[in-house]
Every structure is written in C-alpha cells, then in structure tokens.
C-alpha cells in the first residue's frame, strides 16, 4: 500500500522560510502530478502547488512568487520550499497524490499523507 509522509513543519517567524518535504513509499513504479494542499484553523482546504511528472508547476495566487514546487522522481519525493512567510500562511499542509502505479501493476487513487503544521508568527 502506498504512503505519503510529510516532514519540514515547525515554528517560524514571519518573513522566514522553510521547506516541507512528502516522501511516498511502498514499490511505486510511477507516481502522476502530486499536490501540496493546507488547510488553515476553520477553514477549507486549500491547494497551493502542483507539479506533473514532466516538471510543470502551478501555484495558487497567494503563493505565486515566494513557493516553489519540485520533485526527485528517483526519490519518490516531492518539495515545497515556502519563503517570505506571512502569519496567514499558517495551516496543516498536507501532500496529495491522486493516481500511483505499483511495481506490481495495480494503481492506488487519492493517496494523502497525515499533515504537517506550518505556524508563522508576526
């Protein structure tokens, strides 16, 4: 069975940065476009990045400019370096993986790691 964990989370102040980390495990073969999400105290959740298997990236406008999104396919490993943090980048970020292929052939959908939390003071 395919997990994603997320690492990275912590304390920081504003204008800081901090980069999270999702590792998925379990004899993946491929894993498609992964996503970083978060979800703040009393409120939706929210994606913030992707990025396909060829490298293409895309962010959320209150993001734009100070996050940034990569992968290691090798590594099975997906990135968020976050920078400039601002107090309302405060949340739970979590990783998404919608579609992961096995070594053995089977295809897992809608794959999330546990979360990881970002506190950002003033």
């Known amino acids: 069975q395919v997990q994603l964990v997320e690492s990275g989370g912590g304390l920081v102040q504003a204008g800081g940065s901090l980069r999270l980390s999702c590792e998925a495990s379990?004899?993946?073969?491929?894993?498609?476009?992964m996503y970083w999400y978060r979800q703040a105290p009393g409120k939706q959740r929210e994606l913030v990045a992707t990025?396909?298997?060829?490298?293409?990236?895309t962010y959320a406008d209150s993001v734009k400019g100070r996050f940034t999104i990569s992968r290691d396919n090798a590594k099975n490993t997906v990135y968020l370096q976050m920078n400039s943090l601002k107090p309302e980048d405060t949340a739970v970020y979590y990783c998404?993986?919608?579609?992961?292929?096995?070594?053995?052939?089977?295809?897992?959908?809608?794959?999330w790691g546990q979360g990881t939390h970002l506190t950002v003071s003033s």
């Open positions: 379990g004899s993946i073969l491929s894993i498609f476009t």
């Open positions: 998404n993986a919608p579609r992961v292929v096995t070594i053995r052939g089977r295809t897992e959908y809608d794959i």
């Open positions: 990025m396909t298997t060829a490298g293409v990236a």
